[in-house]
């Protein structure tokens, strides 16, 4: 299993520029969530979606949007670029009934928007 | 809105020496405590707690969870250079699975 795979890596932006960051697993699971991570912070909730078809905002919505159209891929959409969303992107996701609600990650995609 | 504390931000050690991290709490309808060792990159689990008292051990590491007081504790015993890295906590709620992630404790540990 790949696990949870996101690109890009790395990505540089405009002010005003759109871009999607991809995220896809094939654990099957039906937890999944966005997490941005600023310099020597933890991780904040953007979106997350608990099944197909099905999404949410978490703590930080504003900017991006989301779509779930299958299990497997969750895609973030930013539209117009901010500089305040230079950061660290994650993808996660999670069994749905796992008590524990452990998290796989992805390896992150590093945004810089100028 | 849910809450979690960490501390200290971030600890100096040596090789060999023993280090005690901290995670206080707020939450609705608390299910469940993790921690994550994060090294530059994805977060790695380590720890899921949900009851009180019962101390989970992993090698050199172990983590013990108060929920009357509210705070979890992980332990790191004779340090090597390879734990260090920011070790997160989160607290996850019975709403859809999220978790709240605390800023993190920067762990420095030196030869």
């Known amino acids: 299993n790949a696990g949870v795979t996101q690109t890009p890596k790395f990505r540089i932006l405009k002010i005003g520029q759109s871009m999607t960051l991809q995220c896809a697993q094939d654990?099957?699971?039906?937890?999944m969530y966005w997490y941005r991570q600023d310099p020597g912070m933890g991780l904040k909730l953007i979106y997350y979606?608990?099944?197909?078809?099905?999404?949410d905002k978490g703590e930080v919505p504003n900017g991006y949007n989301v779509s779930r159209s299958t299990t497997e891929d969750f895609p973030l959409r930013l539209e117009l670029a901010a500089p305040s969303q230079t950061s660290v992107y994650f993808c996660?996701?999670?069994?749905?009934?796992?008590?524990?609600?452990?998290?796989?990650f992805g390896p992150g995609t590093r945004l810089t928007v100028t | 809105e849910d809450k979690v504390v960490q501390s200290p931000l971030s600890l100096v050690v040596h090789e060999g020496d023993t280090v005690t991290l901290n995670c206080s709490y707020e939450?609705?309808?608390?299910?469940?405590l993790l921690w994550y060792k994060q090294e530059k990159k994805a977060p790695t689990f380590l720890f899921m707690l949900?009851?009180?008292?019962i101390e989970k051990k992993s090698g050199r590491l172990s983590s013990i969870l108060d929920k009357k007081e509210l705070f979890s504790i992980l332990n790191i015993t004779a340090t090597q250079t390879g734990d260090s890295a920011v070790y997160l906590c989160?607290?996850?709620?019975?709403?859809?699975?999220?978790?709240?992630f605390g800023d993190g404790t920067t762990l420095t540990v030196k030869p």
């Open positions: 996660a996701s999670s069994y749905e009934f796992s008590a524990a609600y452990e998290q796989y």
């Open positions: 654990m099957n699971h039906n937890y």
């Open positions: 979606s608990v099944g197909a078809g099905i999404t």
């Open positions: 939450v609705t309808n608390f299910r469940s």
């Open positions: 949900t009851s009180s008292g």
């Open positions: 989160a607290v996850a709620g019975t709403n859809a699975g999220k978790s709240t």
